[in-house]
């Protein structure tokens, strides 16, 4: 597995890694765009049942947000838990995407989700884009509003189909 690290606040938690498979080129690559929470795991599971049905390479997108960041900046165990949960996220992300028999790559970078996540469509020519549904709550509804959210300025590119996972909802394999 090949493994690098971006620039950023915390490189330390910035990577790219990727898992080529044999030496099969692969023609059709599906993007997918992760972040915290359990969606994350749906949007992965149910990107792995589509590339195998489509016979597929996988590129996940974790961009690191105010989201991904423990709530007490100030506290003494702030890189303790920003380290175990950038950790933890890779690790679970790249334990699944084992099982994937095709190429795959995982990047966790900064910076704006939507724009990463279209630049590494555009990179690989996806033919789709998975994410997760957006989030409940006030703030996703002003989101939302604004036409803001992640989901909602990727639904609005015209580039590619976008497959919204809804929480809940894994691979039916």
């Known amino acids: 597995m090949n493994h690098q690290h971006h620039d950023g606040p915390h490189p330390e938690y910035t990577c790219h890694l990727a898992n080529p498979s044999t030496d099969r080129v692969p023609t059709r690559h599906i993007v997918l765009g992760i972040?915290?929470?359990?969606?994350?795991k749906n949007v992965v599971?149910?990107?792995l049942m589509l590339a195998a049905k489509e016979d597929s390479a996988l590129h996940v997108v974790h961009c690191i947000t105010s989201e991904d960041l423990p709530v007490e900046t100030d506290s003494p165990q702030f890189d303790t838990r920003l380290h175990d949960e950038m950790v933890s996220q890779r690790e679970q992300t790249t334990?699944?995407?084992a099982s994937h028999t095709d190429t795959w790559t995982y990047d966790c970078t900064y910076g704006d989700p939507a724009g990463v996540i279209l630049a590494t469509a555009d990179k690989y020519h996806a033919f789709t884009i998975v994410i997760g549904s957006p989030r409940k709550g006030a703030a996703s509804a002003v989101s939302k509003l604004m036409h803001s959210s992640v989901t909602s300025r990727l639904k609005r590119q015209n580039r590619y189909p976008v497959i919204s996972v809804p929480t809940g909802v894994g691979s039916t394999r």
């Not at 972040?35 to 994350?40: P, W």
């Open 95 to 97: 334990s699944a995407l």
């Open 35 to 40: 972040g915290t929470g359990l969606t994350s």
């Open 45 to 47: 599971s149910y990107g």
